[in-house]
């Protein structure tokens, strides 16, 4: 009996697809079987933030058939959804390979689905488009990038009227309506129809930089040290159009450049990987801030949601900070500062992720401010923020992947926001004679070292997927006894919402005696299986060690 991946394969070299797709499909089939099961063995699955996946012909893969139905699922879910009101989307994208291509393919298919569409004139981060969408009251956005994966990865992010990605009840009801579109011939292309978008460029970036600018909270001490050095680099993504012109614009005078990163290019030629919490791909900054004497590195991520940073130790030597660090120190710095203007209340708060150090939970404890626990994603900090609106003050949230935001403009991470605050931070430190380094080893004194490490288990292909299901299914049915030798004194299965009360999802954690927590999840957007590990006191480095040989 001939496989079902091999007639789904037989199905692509039908005329519904062009000559180039139906030529690749035959050279699979004649010379690379193994290839051609991972391309077709199942649809390129729309999870709960939209498609990510590697470019390439078959159901499994990024291309304009997979861009094209997922387009035409949530252009019938927005019209279902606003009937008989306008519908307008925006549309973004960042410098991988086919990005700028797969987002005309979606801008065509809205259009002959008669959805207005807003669409940048060139590659622009992530925060922008959601900034983009509450600014010009769109219904959704599209934005087209798979983030800090390897180059032979894209994407397709959907985001919502608020400026966060999809989440409940929109995700899992747009997921049902891409099921629905199975051919190509269900789609309305649009291509030949003389449809245009509304181009948008210049003049968003001039309000969405107003914004950033408007969360300065010490102008004065930037003005002090605005000839401190800062090392920038995008990773050849599109931080560069607006990371160095807020730093300007906000007062600096001396951010030097990593001339060869500046270079938009999905190949990423520089890196392995272009994501910035990896120290391969901060090498070159470092290198040129040694170069300069810079006491600051920074670098976003291609579509400059997530960031890098590095900073001199007191023996001079440049280190990099962990998500968890930046996300510490960025909150103890901003609600220092908002105490000092008198801008605390009872109604500000902040928010953080599960797996994401509890270092924060006391730094917001000690400030009196109410602090928000929530899913991994930032979607879900932005959907804190949209039930807040009008009752509370969001001052800023992040997790533990280089993810951080303050303001209530942009409802995603956002790296431009994140690099103004953070050299913002060093020049207030550096009026009180302090180095960043030195400012979380303050943090250290003052509630605890905390200690925490991400493990990560790649599993790739269709034996991966069930390699982490089955991971996944053992530790649920035998948790481990003890953590580095602690004992396990709670065990939280976040696919129990009646229990957690948070949305479903598949994430377990352990915690012991000693406050010890491992956090286990499948990666929602990588073949990889996660664990989080957190640990406190003097000995919380041997702990991480213990922790990693214990879950290796």
Known sequence: MEQEYIKTAKSWLSDDFDLETRKAVEKMMQSDPKELEEAFYRMLEFGTGGLRGIMGVGTNRMNKYTVGMATQGLANYLKETFKGSDISVVISYDCRNNSRFFANISSNVLLAN????????????????????????????????????????????????????????????????????????????????????????????ETFLSSVLSLTLSPDSIARHSDMKIVYTPLHGTGVRLVPEALSRIGFKNVYHVDAQDINDGDFPTVVSPNPEEPTAM???????????????????????????????????IVLLTGNQIGSILINYMLTRWQQLGKLTDKTYIVKTIVTTELIRAIADKFGVKMYNVLTGFKYIGEVVRENEGKGVFICGCEESNGFNAGEFVRDKDSIVT??????????????????????????????????????????????VE??????????????????????????????????????????????????????????????????????????????????????
């Open 467 to 552: 390699q982490i299901q089955n991971m996944m299914k053992m530790y649920r049915e035998t948790p481990p006894e003890r953590l580095a030798g602690s004992k396990v004194v709670s065990v939280i299965d976040y696919n129990m919402p009646e229990k957690t009360h948070l949305p479903k999802s598949n994430v377990l954690q352990f915690h012991s005696e000693n406050g010890t927590v491992v956090s286990v999840r499948p990666s929602g957007t990588e073949p990889k299986i996660k664990f989080y590990f957190g640990a406190k006191g003097e000995n919380a480095d041997q702990i991480i060690d213990q922790l990693f040989e214990q879950f290796s």
């Open 114 to 205: 008669g959805i207005k569409v807003y669409l940048f004139d060139d590659l622009r981060p992530t925060p922008e488009l959601s900034f983009a969408i509450r600014h010009l009251h769109c219904r959704a956005g599209i934005m087209i990038t798979a983030s800090h994966n390897p180059k032979e990865y894209n994407g397709y992010k959907v985001f919502w009227d608020d400026g966060a990605q999809i989440i409940a009840p929109h995700d899992k009801n747009i997921i049902a309506e891409v099921a629905k579109i199975t051919l190509p011939s269900q789609v309305m292309w649009g291509e030949n129809e003389g449809l245009h978008p509304q181009m948008i460029g210049a003049d968003m970036d």
């Open 419 to 464: 690099c103004s605050l953070m050299s913002e931070c060093a020049a207030w430190l550096a009026d009180r004679g302090m180095t960043v380094y030195q400012y979380l080893q303050s943090l250290y004194k003052e509630f605890g070292y905390y200690r925490e490490k991400l493990m990560s288990v790649v599993r790739k292909g269709k034996d991966g």
């Open 283 to 317: 090498k070159m900054a470092i290198e040129r801030a040694k170069q300069v004497g810079a006491d600051l590195v920074l670098a976003s991520d291609p579509d400059a949601d997530r960031i890098g940073t590095a900073v001199r130790n007191d023996k001079g030597e």
